[in-house]
C-alpha cells in the first residue's frame, strides 16, 4: 500500500496547478509509473484553463487529475506571482523527451494511445534512433468515431497486459482528459494527455525556439503553422484569460492574501 503524498499546488483562476519545479514533477510521474499506479496528468495551459472555467464537468476532471503542469508561460508567471517564486515551466514536449529518456534506463515500458497511424509510425522510427533501448509497449490510433464498449474493453486490456508504466494519450483538449478520467482505476499506468506533442516529435510540426518560448509567445509561433485552426480558439480564449488573470492578481493584492500553497493529497 502506498502512502499518501501532498503535493503542492497553487491556484491559477481557482484551478490548482502543481507547483513543482521539473525536475519533482518528472520524477513523480516516474514514481507513479514504476510502481503501474493508475495516474492522470493534465499538461495545462491558456486554453485548458478556459475550458474549464466554461464547462463545469471538464472543471471538475481538472481538478481531480492527480497532476496538472503548468505548461503555459502565462500560468507559470501567475504562479510566481502568487507565490511558486522559483516555478519552472513543465510543458508536454520536455515532459515527453525527459520521461522517454528515464523510461529508458528504468525499464519503464511506454505506449501511445490516439492520434493518426502515419503520425505514430514516424514517431516510432524517430524514438528508436533516439532512445533505442526504450520498450514501446504499443501504439493504438482512436478512430474519430465514437469507440465502442468492446473495443474500450479490449484496448484496456491491451494496455494492462502489455505493461505499460506510463501511456501518452493525443485525443486533444478535452477530449483526452475526459478519456483519461474515465478510465482511472481501469487502466494500471500513469495516463499524460499531451495531444500537441506528437505532431511536432514525428516533424509534421516545428517547435518554436527556446527564446519563442520563454517569451510566453509560443502560442503566436502555432497559430502562424495553422491559422485556421487556432485563429477562433486564440480570439475567444486569450482575451478572456487576460481579464480574469487581472483580476484575480488585482484581488490577491487588494487583499492581502497569503501567497500560500494549497495542497491536494493523491495516493
Known amino acids: 500500500m502506498v502512502g499518501k503524498v501532498f503535493l503542492p499546488t497553487q491556484r491559477v ?32 495551459n491558456v486554453h485548458m484553463l478556459m475550458e474549464a472555467h466554461w464547462n463545469p464537468e471538464f472543471a471538475n476532471i481538472l481538478r481531480k487529475s492527480d497532476l496538472v503542469t503548468p505548461d503555459g508561460m502565462p500560468l ?51 524514438l528508436e534512433q533516439e532512445y533505442p533501448n526504450l520498450k514501446i509497449a504499443g501504439m493504438e490510433p482512436l478512430p474519430f468515431r465514437p469507440i465502442k464498449e468492446i473495443e474500450d474493453h479490449a484496448l484496456i486490456e491491451k494496455i494492462n497486459s ?10 486533444g483538449c478535452p477530449k483526452q482528459e475526459k478519456w483519461m478520467i474515465q478510465r482511472k482505476g481501469q487502466i494500471q499506468a500513469v495516463m499524460v494527455g499531451i495531444g500537441g506533442v506528437f505532431p511536432v516529435y514525428a516533424g509534421i510540426h516545428k517547435r518554436a525556439p527556446r527564446l519563442v518560448r520563454d517569451l510566453g509567445l509560443e502560442w503566436l509561433y502555432r497559430w502562424i503553422q495553422e491559422p485556421r485552426r487556432l485563429c477562433r480558439r486564440y480570439a475567444t480564449t486569450i482575451p478572456v484569460f487576460i481579464c480574469l488573470a487581472t483580476r484575480q492578481l488585482f484581488l490577491s493584492n487588494s487583499h492581502h492574501v497569503p501567497r500560500v500553497f494549497v495542497n491536494t493529497t493523491v495516493d
Open 76 to 126: 507559470v508567471w501567475m504562479m510566481r506571482h502568487m507565490g511558486a517564486r522559483y516555478q519552472d515551466r513543465v510543458a508536454g514536449m520536455d515532459i515527453f523527451l525527459d520521461v522517454c529518456k528515464h523510461a529508458e534506463t528504468n525499464n519503464i515500458s511506454i505506449f501511445f494511445v490516439g492520434s493518426q497511424k502515419e503520425i505514430l509510425a514516424k514517431m516510432r522510427t524517430k
Open 162 to 171: 502489455s505493461g505499460a508504466g506510463v501511456v501518452w494519450v493525443s485525443l
Open 13 to 44: 483562476l481557482d484551478f490548482p496547478i502543481t507547483a513543482l519545479r521539473f525536475e519533482e514533477q518528472i520524477q513523480t510521474i516516474l514514481k507513479w509509473a514504476i510502481a503501474k499506479q493508475s495516474k492522470t496528468v493534465c499538461v495545462a
